[in-house]
């Protein structure tokens, strides 16, 4: 096994992919996280050396604390599972699609990370990145020019559920700057996955997003924490 180890969830496909195939290029030993096995042996198959699968379904508690026991020492956890299951407006939003969109976006980010809090307390430079979206980015939705594909006021569960991983990624960081964390939330950009299909017309390449996630979990001691980037490294503005 590698020295490095780092677990990546929703890793069966899209960036969460691209993300556990960079990092074991890197060097890394990677925790696939998938909630379906046979997707995430596929995954693991693909990806190659360095790869490992992990069942996890961040919704579900029993699923997390049986995943968390599996790992004695963590050095990057990636929050990447997300899911969007509408593109409505508020007031055109029942409480149910914000219910299941925060019980992944948000409590399964709490879930995993304070299940994985004791190993990644045994790494020496522990880092934890939270995949987030640029849509969720306040001062760019109230700005001159909000180029999102989800319109001005579209995907409001989505987008606030993003906007409270946000403010978790302050509080986290806030908590645990004195233990040598980093934690950071990512912009990955407009990517072509099942969950942004109409990002293809931008031509937004996953492996591209999946860069961010990377740099974010290589950070040196004196790389920031508690900030919002996008893949590119620029900050976002919250
Ligand atoms: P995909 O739909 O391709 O991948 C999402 C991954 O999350 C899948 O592996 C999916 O598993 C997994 N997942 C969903 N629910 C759960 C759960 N309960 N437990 C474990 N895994 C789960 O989307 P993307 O790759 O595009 O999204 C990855 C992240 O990037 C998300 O957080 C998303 O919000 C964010 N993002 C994406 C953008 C884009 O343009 N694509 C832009 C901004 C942010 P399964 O295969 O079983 O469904």
Redesign the pocket.
Known sequence: MNDRTALV????????KHIARLLAAGGFTVYV????AE?GRRAVAEIGDGALALD????DPRSVAAAAARVDRLDVLVN?????VSLDPPQASGVAEFRETFE??VF?VVAVTNAFLPALRRSARPRIVN?????ASLAWSTGPNPQFLTGAGGAAAYRSS?AALNALTVLYALTLDGEGFKVNAL?????A????PR?AALG?D?AE?AEGAVRLALLPDDGPTGGFFSWDGTPVPW
């Open positions: 969830t929703g890793a069966n496909k899209g960036i969460g996280g998938s909630r379906d997707r996890l379904d961040v919704t990447n599972a997300g899911i969007s992944t976006n399964g995949v987030s979206s640029g849509t993003k912009a990955p950009g407009a990517r996955t099942d969950l942004t990002a937004g996953p997003g």
